[in-house]
């Protein structure tokens, strides 16, 4: 796959080969201590062994630069302004970049001390350099501005994307926004070698006020920054000015580092630093010739000075770790104001109450804080860039730049929240403000760059996708909503509607707006400050006419500031009504007064209502649900009102009376289910801790009580009424857990489905519901304040259209167990057991609504998602929980010429599980643009495909599948014709798509190929009918998995590039393209499509990974139907445990994971998702290219 | 004017295209009543609000849903007519629309024909523009098919026996009486609109309310 690094530098290889070029760090959490001033890191390398092949680079070392100065003077360039900053070197913090090529991705540890590895990189320059510490050489590189703290704010980590460039980092790219322009520069040839991604890992220092400690030498905290090496000079000062032509852009890397706890440890250092890496992998051809002297690297670096100054820059940010990436759930980590935890996030402390207590300490966050381009937190390290594609067009090697500027990976860090780091110097941010109001351009012109989509083989960045940057200013930008939990997919927004006609593109909001958070700030006051007019609240995009009175940004009106606003509890100071929360952080909670109330709020109120017939007692799953619910019954979300109720239905319906008193729990069974009724109302729905006794005997007994049942009818319909009419009163959760067709009663059912049809290409039938009376019971309940979560368990058709009804318009969630047995499918048990703990344990909000403003000019016209549309902006959500996304689909009423900003709000209200009213906040702004060329510049593809895949599902209800089918074709001949048309200039016969579209094409040929859309291989109804309603509710990060499944090769993994989570190291291979050309039978590949993963275990894999790994002895002895990794006490299985359950950690639900095999049974669903092979039934990914080109000449 | 079969289906499309503009006129005032929600955003919020609301929006589409097929046999009673009575130009104004509403009517989503106005998805801008629209675009054609049959009935193909004169005389004549029925009809419609325009805290309070009460005991009799 490599090739050999072209000519100018060693073979690229060669870096790879030689341990010194590879700058690793592993990230670590700073240690937390808020000690006063001092905050000492430690690097370590992850990378001593580096078997790695791919990793390169040498010369990208800033040090290569062979700066006849000292090396500490080498790096001190790194900060080209860093003369501003250098001076104060114990602020100084030294980031390290991380240069790797390797896939892994390399994390810094901060710990006192640089760690050794970082000798290694910089091996070459030593050589120039000598009698300087390595360290200090990095350590001089770490002096980014960026990197110095501030002492008053509590540090944010930041994390830098690393650009990979395969050239060179791109100087700029120090500075976590602006620095990381990816130049559109041509490659040079030398560039291709390197294909390098450096990325910043910068971990907040902790919440200490303590100033970053400079390296203890001196040369590292040597202000010498003014000086660049001569050679370094002029390409330094271009990266600054961020208008570097020769830097190839930088590949993003969007590593999200996992939020560290603060507890973490840091790791001592691993292995040898000097360890050289393992020879480079068979792959690479080049890599055993290449192991060039470090010397000669030096020479390389000398030649490409320029370059590794650029490195310099970018390379080292300190992270502040302070942030817990945590998840889920917990209220906990929400309502911490512990300063640790403020610091991760913007300046403000979570709690607002907190800031009351005066812990709070004010920095001008605005000055201070640097638009931080990547979100520390995120669990993502960086991947190299150019690991699998030595060969790659020019244009490839840009296609990852657009994502740079992306504050937050949307890897599959779950929890990260929005971050902002902090720099010590305000000089320094606002120089970087400048370079960042130039890279805009840059910037710009990488999005749009044309990528021949037919030339460019290897499309697919090694790392994940980030959403692209808009034009926005970097105050505004750094202001701005996490794109996890709000997201546009046009990052630019058209003036008019003719003019987002003429781009074809689709213009929608992606939502998530109940993500689990673990930095919030929470308001408590007695006015919550709201337009008089629009009703719109306070947020940072106002503007403040003077003291006294603000400007909504929605709909421009003028309102007076509330006496009680002007005081600033976090800094108890009058009279700044800017510093207030509410104006600093783009996403707030406020706990409501009582004006946002009629009646108390809702107690929690769970209903668990089991199908017990025949069938579902065959299955096994009621034992497993109430073991279930007996683990985790004290962790249901609740106050001391919480009440809980039990159901049970087969031909008839059981009540269960748990009244408090009773010596065992009472069933009462209600036949007559024309007329159901409900025998005692008061004593079936009980107060949780009254009857705990009571409820917990009814757990254990429950499963034994049907064992021996011969009813085989169900009558769902009858028990959801008589479920409904327990609820109607107060409102709350329904859990129905359903094993087959409904045969009686009410709702009945008929098999749809005709198996015959499974696979036909001719047209699915029956995706609608076969009766309203599902939809007519979700209604009643939404009009109740009760959700409906459906849990279907079952080999059979169950027409899941007709019954999912019941969630959808309840705002309840669905959950599908395909083929459930307890004894023969034990993968769908442990799922079903991990899925039920989740959903049992997660957060909850009661009654709420969601209310999605936008300014003027713009209108929401069509909501997707699990929930009733209650008035034309208002969703009416029965529960809302923390797994479920929106998408919304606007158009642009009237022309937005006179504004250069538009805003979005999206305001959820809720009764939380204490019984608290609360709103929660989120407000996104984004630029207005008025050229085609903008808008294209700004498309953010993930977004646009997931909003198009809503409205798929949607057309395809409405109409059919091949509508949809076809509709989703168009949008991409559509989107490519208009830009062929408007903004490229090129020939007919080349199909070009901007950069930033650059994977349109593939996303939606996964699409169709995706189980909800496809035709032609045996798709069952209810999963297709499912896989829709996923569609529709999965937030971005999900749903794009389940597009476009991840595909890594693990039977190499090496802690290079490893990110530190915890405690753990978790390598980072870099994703391949799903194609079965990536895979080898030597190798062991892991697909993870979200729900589901995949482990392919080629015929002739790697023997010691099967038995290290896996635990059998031969690819032969392996069983057919494997579904566990084994935790072996070997590095390799380690490594693939910890990177598999990092996997698994980063989504809420469990993955399963199934071991394939060549002749195993889940060989074909591997198969059907690598996307870009063609099937019999479906086109591969050229032929679809093809066939776009086709209907564009048409 | 003789009175032919032709005169008599004129006479009855008559009568029966102003029960179709009530129906669209109807319609309107619905869909305005579905968009608009006078309440304060906070008020909106409240769950209790909710279920009241929600009920409004349910027997909205209730009622809408009870008027379709009225409504659509009754267009296709005139098409019936028209065919039997050989009006073919008539008929041939008329074709569009009923395939029209027969496309609508067999093309809902689901498989029980329940959801053409589904009270979960009515709620979306874009499915309440359209369906305005479409109520505004039926009104108008109405209206005008009503001063169409109007014309016909007073000076058309059954007329023919008579001289020329008499049908030129005729036609003033059939302006003039149509004038009552027009102005009426004219009148509502504006009013309406006004109304409409004034948040209808006319129409739809005090109208509507009766309007469905008025339904819901036809519909409540017949069900019995």
Known sequence: ?1194 | MAFTFAAFCYMLSLVLCSSLICFAIWNIIAFDELRTDLRSPIDQCNPLHARERLRNIERICFLLRRLVLPEYSIHGLFCIMFLCAQEWLTLGLNIPLLFYNLWRYFHSPTDNNELMYDPATVMNDETLNYCQKEAWCKMSFYLMSFFYYLYWLMCGPQACEQTVGETRTSLPLSISIAHAPLATVVTVSWISRFLGSFRQTYLSDLVLPELIFYIEICSDSESK
């Not at chain 1, 890191?41 to 992850?46: D, G, R």
């Not at chain 1, 309102?559 to 996403?587: C, I, W």
């Not at chain 1, 769970?606 to 497993?624: K, P, Q, R, T």
């Open chain 1, 1 to 1194: 796959m490599q090739q050999p690094l072209s000519t100018g530098h060693g073979a690229p290889l060669q870096n790879s080969s030689s341990a010194p070029e590879h700058h690793q760090q592993v990230p670590n959490k700073a240690p937390l201590a808020p000690t006063a001033g001092q905050y000492d890191f430690t690097y370590y390398q992850n990378d001593y062994q580096a078997p790695v092949h791919n990793i390169i680079r040498p010369s990208l070392c800033p040090t290569s630069s062979g700066s006849p100065q000292g090396p500490g003077q080498i790096y001190t360039t790194l900060p080209l302004g860093p003369s501003l900053i250098a001076p104060q070197g114990p602020n100084l913090i030294a980031a390290r970049p991380q240069l790797d090529h390797i896939p892994q991705q390399a994390g810094y540890v901060p710990s006192g001390g640089y760690y050794p590895g970082q000798v290694s990189y910089n091996v070459p320059f030593q050589s120039t350099t000598q009698g300087v510490y390595p360290h200090s050489t990095t350590s001089v590189n770490n002096a980014h501005p960026g990197f110095s703290y501030h002492h008053a704010m509590p540090v944010s980590s930041t994390q830098y994307s690393v650009p990979l460039t395969s050239q060179t980092l791109h100087p700029a790219s120090s500075q976590p926004l602006v620095g990381v322009l990816p130049s559109r520069v041509k490659p040079l040839p030398e560039t291709r070698q390197r294909h390098t991604q450096a990325s910043f890992q910068p971990y907040p220092a902790g919440n200490t006020g303590a100033a970053w400690q400079p390296l203890p030498e001196a040369s590292v905290t040597t202000p010498t920054s003014p000086i660049v090496n001569p050679t370094v000079t002029s390409s330094s000062a271009n990266s600054q000015t961020s208008t570097v032509p020769p830097l190839l852009m930088p590949h993003h890397v969007n590593q999200s580092y996992l939020p560290d706890r603060p507890n973490v440890a840091t790791l001592p250092a691993v292995g040898a630093p000097h360890a050289r890496r393992p020879p480079p992998s068979a792959h690479q051809p080049v890599s055993a010739s290449a192991s060039p002297a470090p010397a000669s690297e030096a020479q390389e670096g000398m030649h490409y000075g320029y370059v590794a100054n650029n490195q310099v820059n970018s390379a080292p940010s300190p992270l502040s770790s302070t942030s817990d990436d945590e998840d889920d759930d917990d209220e906990a980590g929400v309502d911490t104001s512990s300063s640790s935890s403020s610091s991760t996030n913007t300046s403000l402390p979570n709690n607002y109450d907190a800031l009351e207590g005066g812990s709070y300490q004010d920095s001008s966050s605005s000055a201070t804080t640097v638009p931080a381009p990547s979100d520390p937190r995120s669990s993502m390290s960086t991947k190299p860039f150019g690991y699998a594609y030595p060969t790659l067009q020019p244009a490839y090697q840009n296609v990852a730049s657009p994502s740079h500027s992306v504050r937050q990976p949307t890897g599959p860090g779950y929890s990260p929240g929005p971050q902002q780091f902090t720099r010590p110097f305000s000089s320094v941010n606002q120089l970087s403000s400048a370079m960042e109001g130039l890279t805009f351009q840059n910037r710009q012109a990488e999005a749009l760059k044309q990528v021949s989509l037919l030339q460019e083989r290897n499309i697919l960045p090694p790392v994940p996708i980030q959403s692209p940057q808009s034009n926005l200013s970097p105050e505004l930008q750094k202001l701005n909503c996490s794109p996890d939990l709000f997201r546009c997919t046009l990052m630019n927004i058209p003036q008019t509607q003719a003019l987002l006609n003429k781009a074809k593109l689709p213009l929608g909001l992606l939502l998530h707006p109940f993500r689990d958070l673990t930095h919030l700030p929470v308001i408590t006051s007695s006015t919550i400050v709201r337009c008089r007019s629009c009703r719109t609240y306070i947020n940072p995009f106002v503007s403040f006419l003077d003291q006294r009175r603000w400007k909504c940004n929605l709909c421009y009106r003028v309102n007076d500031v509330p006496e009680e606003f002007m005081y600033n509890p976090l800094t108890r100071s009058y009279g700044e009504p800017h510093k207030r929360p509410e104006v600093q952080t783009a996403t707030v909670e406020f706990i409501a007064s009582s004006d946002y109330m009629l009646r108390p709020p809702q107690p929690a109120v769970y209903l668990f209502v089991f199908d017990v017939s025949h069938n579902a007692v065959e299955s096994g799953y009621l034992n497993i649900c109430c073991q279930s619910l007996l683990e985790n019954f004290d962790k249901l979300p609740g106050d001391s009102r919480t009440r809980i109720g039990f159901i049970s239905f087969d031909s008839t319906v059981h009540f269960f009376n748990l009244q408090e008193g009773l010596s065992q729990p009472q069933m009462l069974i209600v036949s007559d289910i024309e007329d159901i009724f409900i025998p005692t109302p008061d004593s079936l729905l009980v107060n949780l801790h009254e009857s705990k006794e009571l409820v917990k005997d009814l757990l254990k007994v429950l499963p034994t009580m049907f064992t021996s049942t011969r009813e085989t009818h169900s009558a769902l319909g009858p028990a959801l009424q008589a479920a409904f009419k327990l609820m109607s009163a107060t409102g709350g959760r329904i859990s129905v857990f359903q094993t087959q067709l409904p045969s009686v009663g009410v709702g009945h059912l008929l098999s749809r489905e005709d198996p015959n049809q499974r696979s036909t290409t001719k047209g699915v039938h029956h995706l609608g519901p076969a009766t309203d009376f599902y939809k007519k019971l979700a209604l009643d309940c939404s009009g109740q304040q009760v959700a409906v979560d459906l849990f279907l368990l079952s080999g059979q058709y169950t027409d899941m259209a007709s019954l999912a009804c019941m969630s959808k318009y309840s705002a309840g969630s669905i959950f599908y167990y395909p083929s459930f047995h307890h004894i023969h499918n034990p993968a769908q048990v442990e799922k079903f057991q991990k899925d039920l703990k989740r959903y049992l344990i997660r957060k909850i909000g009661f009654e709420a609504v969601m209310r999605i403003r936008c300014t003027k000019g713009l209108s929401i016209h069509t909501f997707h998602g699990n929930f009733f549309v209650r008035s034309t902006d208002l969703l009416s959500l029965a529960n809302i929980n923390p797994d479920s996304g929106f998408a919304v689909q606007m158009s642009i009423e009237e022309s937005l010429v006179d504004t250069s900003i538009v805003c979005f709000q999206a305001a959820l209200l809720y009764t939380s599980s204490k019984g608290e009213r609360r709103i929660r906040v989120h407000t996104l702004c984004l630029p207005v643009v008025n050229s085609v060329a903008d808008i294209y510049a700004g498309a953010d593809v993930q977004a646009i495909t997931c909003l198009l895949a809503t409205m798929a599902v949607d057309r395809s209800v409405s109409s059919s599948l091949s509508d949809a089918r076809d509709a989703l074709i168009n949008a991409v001949v559509d989107s490519f014709t208009a830009y062929r048309s408007t903004v490229s200039n090129l020939q007919q016969s080349v199909l070009v798509a901007p950069n930033s579209l650059r994977l349109f094409a593939l996303y939606i040929l996964a699409l169709l190929k995706q189980q909800a859309f496809r035709t032609g291989t045996s798709t069952r109804l209810d999963e297709r009918v499912f896989a829709m309603c996923e569609i529709k509710t999965q937030p971005l990060v999900h749903l794009m998995l389940m597009i476009h499944p991840n595909l890594y090769r693990i039977d190499n993994l090496t802690d290079e590039a490893s990110i530190i989570v915890g405690d753990k190291m978790i390598p980072q291979p870099p994703i391949l393209q799903l194609s079965a050309e990536k895979l080898s039978k030597e190798g062991a590949f892991l697909m993870d499509c979200g729900s589901v993963m995949y482990l392919w275990i080629g015929k002739n894999c790697n023997s010691s990974f099967i038995s290290e790994v896996l635990g059998f002895s031969n690819y032969a002895s392996m069983p057919q139907n494997m579904t566990q990794l084994p935790e072996l006490n070997t590095t390799l299985s380690q490594r693939t445990n910890s990177f598999v359950s990092w996997l698994r950690d980063s989504r809420p639900f469990l993955s399963i994971i199934y071991v394939v095999k060549d002749d195993g049974p889940f060989k074909a669903n591997f198969l059907q998702k690598l996307v870009e092979d063609r099937t019999e039934s479906a086109l591969s990914y050229y032929e679809f290219l093809l066939h776009i080109q086709q209907q564009i000449s048409k």
